[in-house]
């Protein structure tokens, strides 16, 4: 445990200084076997832009993998703002199982809590043991400190000044953690991430979301005072009912703690896979880098609005689409592949 006090340790925020962000790239191995091209492209927009602002840790298989994605990447990148690990992953959704960072006394913690594949729907023993092989390459600079609670680094969102944004759904799903409550949650946020506050939702939905209820497909800090989130309005939507629900609780947030305000977030239009299923489109799955913002886009009529939105509400950062159609044939997005690692990090 990092603290018995709540005062010494902070569980950072996204959009404080990065020194990088780590990616797991994708291989014949994982379920991106048939999609490999098309998945691969993504990435590599994905490394173009963060290395115009930090670095980039790329987690391959093995050498002959590492030679395949340098082969990929080109030489006309920064590489000096590219790390490589051979080490080996079931799958490429760092984002549940890469460190959560917090600044304990001033500096830089690695958090490495249990993954588990989402109570267990998918292999994830090579995943729940990659960041200490990134420790024990020497990468990771500070001290990685495991933990022995599942907890998915989409589960929940801070605001960087005490509190926490999540779902019951996901961390009240019994088998991730048999016996935990709320206050057993609210208790280690408070210990181990400096959040006395955790606001829980219990409504909320997005169709082909197989994580039970992650919040970053739903709702997101954008600075210590503003909520973004998924609005429905369409009562022909199969969405509408749950976060118009999601959509109360968020103002029932707002009047128990006025500084908060909320901001909407267009849904998507419906992205239809080829056997007829919708796929978990949103906007709210963007990546916060330094200088910038990296909007997952689906070819669909709201992007536009989207950008519109949050080069507002992030006036200081370039907003860089990346077309994430491909990434949510395997039920996540944008920044479910990414994990943001602070300043003195790598």
């Known amino acids: 445990m990092l603290s018995e006090s709540s ?3 902070r569980l950072i925020a996204e959009w404080e200084p990065q020194s990088g962000v780590m990616l797991t790239w994708p291989h014949e191995n994982s379920d991106w076997r048939e999609k490999l091209l098309d998945i691969e492209n993504v990435f ?3 490394v173009t832009a963060i290395t115009r602002f930090e670095k980039v840790l790329i987690i391959s298989q093995n050498p002959t993998h590492l030679q395949h994605i340098q082969a990929l990447l080109g030489s006309e990148l920064e590489s000096a703002n590219i790390l490589y ?3 080996q992953t079931n799958d490429t959704w760092c984002r549940d199982y890469g460190p959560l960072s917090v600044e304990f006394n001033g500096k830089p913690s690695l958090l490495d ?3 588990d594949g989402w109570k267990r729907k998918f292999a994830a023993q090579l995943d729940n043991r990659a960041n200490r092989g990134i420790a024990e390459a020497g990468l990771f600079k500070p001290k990685l400190i495991s933990f022995p609670q599942v907890l998915e680094g989409g589960s929940i969102d801070t605001n960087g000044e005490g509190l926490i944004l999540t779902t019951t759904e996901c961390l009240l799903e019994n088998s991730r953690n048999p016996g935990m409550t709320e206050a057993d949650f609210e208790q280690l946020f408070a210990t181990q991430f400096g959040c006395p506050t955790t606001l829980w939702l219990n409504q909320g939905y997005i169709a082909g979301d197989d994580t039970d209820g992650h ?3 739903l709702a997101r800090f954008v600075d210590a005072s503003t909520i973004v989130y998924c ?4 009562p022909e939507d ?3 009912a749950a976060l118009q629900a999601m959509e109360q609780e968020l103002q029932q947030f707002v009047q128990q703690i006025p500084r908060l305000q909320l901001e909407p977030l267009p849904l998507p239009s419906a992205v239809i896979d080829s056997d007829g299923e919708r796929l978990p489109a949103s906007y709210a799955n963007f990546l916060i880098i330094n200088q910038a913002v990296l909007l997952p886009v689906y070819g669909v009529p709201e992007d536009s609005q989207a950008e519109q939105i949050l080069a507002r509400l992030f006036p200081d950062r ?7 159609t491909a990434v949510i044939t395997q039920s996540g997005s944008l920044h479910c592949l990414t994990m943001q690692l602070p300043q003195g990090a790598i």
């Open 44 to 46: 590599i927009q994905l």
């Open 231 to 234: 609005q429905c309005q369409n």
């Open 215 to 217: 919040i970053d497909m």
């Open 238 to 240: 199969e969405h509408y």
């Open 318 to 324: 370039i907003i860089i689409p990346i077309n994430c």
């Open 85 to 87: 690990a051979c080490i």
């Open 113 to 115: 809590f249990t993954f």
């Open 7 to 9: 005062n010494q340790n």
